[in-house]
């Protein structure tokens, strides 16, 4: 059974950073690309950041673009993101997802999620 | 970018009433379209790729179908743990990987 599980949210000041893990089981973890969604509150979802199965390529939101880096160690099977500078407007919950093979790029299935506040 | 229009923002049917539910893609996505669910409290749930191949164990009753940039999720007879939020989820052009708004679907 694929799981992902993460960890590493909390609450952090603006101009502070935070840095999420994502544990992958039951797949062959770099043979798959992974990546980052996030939730605002009360809010849809936002696509925030995509990597390759290698990590060779990544991938960002605008809004992201510059203050987070996407990363993968493929020996522990683990996913991060290194969230830098953070913004009011970060605040969400954070999901981590397994993206689909090839041509495609769908996400199944979505870690826990953990929750980012940033404030003052 | 592609943008994604999901409506209506919330529907209401009644147990067995046929739940249909929208998204309009601002260009030409090409059918590479997902819809997830998502339950209150939880992680999205793919259950439709390709616009209208359904996830493993996805119950028949949810079916996907295209007309050019439009796309539908058909549920044939809702029941009450469908009660969620439903994202359509673009993956033709990308980055950025786009989203719609959400439609809430509540059981009368």
């Keep these: 059974e694929v799981q992902l599980l993460q960890s590493g949210g909390g609450l952090v ?5 935070l840095r999420l893990s994502c544990a992958a089981s039951g797949f062959t973890f770099n043979d798959y690309g992974m990546t980052w969604v996030r939730q605002a509150p009360g809010k849809g979802l936002e696509w925030v950041s995509g990597i390759s199965g290698s990590g060779g390529n990544t991938y960002y939101a605008d809004s992201v673009k510059g203050r987070f880096s996407i990363s993968r160690d493929n020996s522990k099977n683990t996913l991060y993101m290194q969230m830098n500078n953070l913004r009011a ?8 997802a397994k993206v689909s093979r090839g041509r495609d790029y769908f996400f199944d299935p979505w ?4 929750p980012v506040t940033v404030s003052s | 970018e592609t943008v994604m229009t999901q409506s209506p923002a ?14 309009r893609a601002s260009q030409s996505v090409n059918s590479y379209l997902a819809w997830y669910q998502q339950k209150p409290g939880q992680a999205p749930r793919l259950l439709i790729y390709g ?3 359904r996830a ?11 007309s050019g940039t439009e796309f539908t999720l058909t549920i044939s007879s809702p029941q009450s743990e469908d009660v969620a939020v439903y994202y359509c989820q673009q ?11 959400g439609t809430r679907l509540e059981i009368k």
């Design chain 1, 13 to 17: 000041q603006p101009g502070g950073s």
């Design chain 1, 89 to 96: 407007e970060d605040t969400a919950v954070y999901y981590c």
């Design chain 1, 111 to 114: 870690g826990q999620g953990t």
């Design chain 2, 10 to 23: 919330t529907l209401s049917v009644s147990p067995g009433e046929r739940a249909t539910l929208s998204c």
């Design chain 2, 51 to 53: 616009a209208s191949t």
């Design chain 2, 56 to 66: 493993t164990g996805v119950p028949a009753r949810f079916s996907g179908s295209e």
């Design chain 2, 91 to 101: 993956y033709n052009r990308w980055p950025p990987i786009t989203f719609g708004q």
